[in-house]
């Protein structure tokens, strides 16, 4: 009777433990599934850049807190990635609520009829970007960079020399690329040809020279200025 008793003792604890152990495991289960949904949810949506992780040092309003969207923005693009920086350090400060008296918006001060209708077009989207999605910093890096990408593969298509092509696209950004070409001639190849034949430094003293509007000079030397800046 007594060894009845001590094993039906050791079978109680017995169950007691698997017990334990079952609900360790279900408890440990029950995590798993909020850990994969949050990994599964943090990849690009809506065909806009990747968030980046978000730090104590990632505030609004600085660069490094943009430094993602722009670093994948210019590998998705093609498009210099300093370039990106200092247009726009110029055009907002890093600000991306941003509006200027223009109606040019956010980060980049993208204008959602001109070029924002563009790089909406090249996204193989209809319609233009609402004021809200340019204020967005994803948004606005993403099509502000796709509107470079236009630039440079479309509108100045055939300039050879890299530093000069920098140049004739932070002039074409302000400005548009038909006046900057209109100051070489009124037949774009023509032009082109004419920009092949100059250095960067002659390129840059032209613009400061002849481009009609005035904003278009000052603003070559404060993105310019940026940029080197960035590269010291």
């Not at 609900?23 to 990994?39: E, F, K, V, W, Y």
């Not at 923005?73 to 300093?82: I, L, Q, T």
């Not at 600000?95 to 001060?109: E, I």
Request: aromatic share 6%; hydrophobic share 35%; proline share 6%.
């Amino acid at each position: 009777m007594l060894s009845n008793l001590l094993k039906g003792a050791r079978d109680s604890v017995k169950t007691k433990i698997v017990c334990l152990m079952a609900i360790s495991l279900l408890a440990g289960c029950a995590n798993d599934p909020q850990t994969t949904s949050n990994t599964a949810s943090s990849g690009t949506s809506g065909g806009w850049l990747k968030p980046p992780p978000q730090t104590s040092s990632n505030r609004t309003g600085t660069p490094v807190a943009y430094s993602d969207y722009i670093r994948q923005a210019a590998s998705n693009y093609g498009v210099d990635e300093k370039l990106i920086k200092a247009i726009i350090q110029v055009e907002s400060g890093f600000n991306p609520n941003v509006v200027s008296t223009s109606n040019a918006v956010g980060l980049m001060q993208l204008k959602a009829s001109t070029a924002g209708r563009d790089a909406y077009r090249m996204k193989g989207k209809d319609g233009q970007p609402s004021s809200r999605e340019l204020k967005d910093p994803a948004v606005n890096i993403d099509l502000g960079t796709a509107y470079i990408n236009i630039l440079q593969s479309q509108q100045l298509a055939g300039i050879t020399d890299p530093q000069t092509l920098r140049y004739a696209t932070i002039v074409s950004y302000v400005n548009g690329a038909g006046a900057m070409l209109r100051t070489f001639s009124s037949d774009k190849r023509v032009a082109v040809n004419r920009i092949n034949q100059m250095s960067p430094d002659e390129f840059y003293k032209h613009i400061q020279k002849k481009h009609p509007a005035p904003q278009a000079p000052r603003y070559l030397w404060k993105v310019t200025t940026a940029y080197q800046a960035m590269s010291e």
